[in-house]
Every structure is written in C-alpha cells, then in structure tokens.
C-alpha cells in the first residue's frame, strides 16, 4: 500500500531508543516529519539522520518534531545516536509493518540481488493526522532542508 497526500495517516506504535512508546494518533495536533531510512550507521543513513538533526532546532521552532524510522533495535539506535551525537528520537520498526503499512517497504535491488528492504521516503503529517506531504526514494543531499521549506509553506497554507 502506498500514500497519498491528503489520506489519513495509518495509526502506529513504535518504540524509541529508550524503550519509549511513540503512537501517531497520541502525536495530533502537532506537525510531525517522519522519515523512514534501511540502516543504522551506514553512509547514506548518518548522512540523513546528521542533516536532520542540525535542523532540529529550526524544525522544532515551526512546531513540528521529528522521527526517524528503521528495522534496527533499540540498542542500534542508541549507539547511533551516541556515535553521531544526533538530536533525533529514532524508532524502531524491526518487523517492518508500519513501513509496509506507510508503503515504505518494497523490492530493491543491489549489486544484482533482489532483496525486501526499507524504501527510504519521508512524510510530513499535519496536525489532524493527514499526510501533508510526501517523498519516496529519497536522494539524501539537501533532502533536510527541502522538507523543512515545505513544512514551511504547508504552515503558511
């Protein structure tokens, strides 16, 4: 299943790196960016997660709170926010079906291999739950800053 925009967020609950639960439908009435990436310190990854994370005063200042999504467990997340000294809560999604239910979760293909993997894509959801906006396989330079405009403009309606 695939997004669109304007279509009614699937509801979700995830575990941060602490253990702390993160439900969607407990986050409405705030602006939220979630964007779902394969692995834990790999280059694309710590690129993503590095860039979000200096923009994460910017983001909170227009209200909106950012989370990162992967298959990895707690304990990856911590290092890899440890590691990279990261402002982000990092959720952990490990049998994929808020990826898969998010449309984000799909056939890749690498070095000649076929695999099911992450999809790497980000969401912005409105404070009544709606998908406001979105973007699939993302290309990671300059992808922060681009998300952070059209939260921007989507604010200024």
């Not at 964007?35 to 710590?46: E, L, R, V």
């Not at 990092?90 to 890749?108: F, I, T, Y």
């Not at 076929?114 to 990671?140: C, F």
Request: aromatic residues 8%; negative net charge; charged residues 20%.
């Amino acid at each position: 299943m695939s997004l669109s925009v304007g279509a009614l967020a699937p509801d979700f609950t995830l575990a941060d790196q602490d253990g702390q639960p993160f439900t969607l439908s407990a986050a409405r009435g705030s602006w939220l960016v979630l964007y779902s990436y394969p692995k834990d310190n790999t280059p694309g990854c710590t690129q993503e997660a590095k860039d979000f994370s200096c923009l994460a005063r910017e983001f909170a200042q227009a209200g909106a709170q950012v989370l990162g999504i992967s298959p990895d467990k707690a304990s990856s997340h911590r290092r890899f926010i440890a590691q990279q000294e990261l402002e982000l809560r990092l959720l952990c999604d490990e049998d994929h079906s808020m990826l898969e239910a998010w449309g984000a979760w799909g056939l890749k293909k690498f070095m000649g291999r076929e695999y099911m993997g992450v999809v790497r894509s980000t969401w912005i959801v409105d404070p009544q739950g709606r998908v406001a906006a979105l973007w699939s396989q993302v290309k990671v330079k300059e992808h922060a800053a681009e998300v952070l405009s059209r939260l921007t403009l989507l604010q200024q309606g």
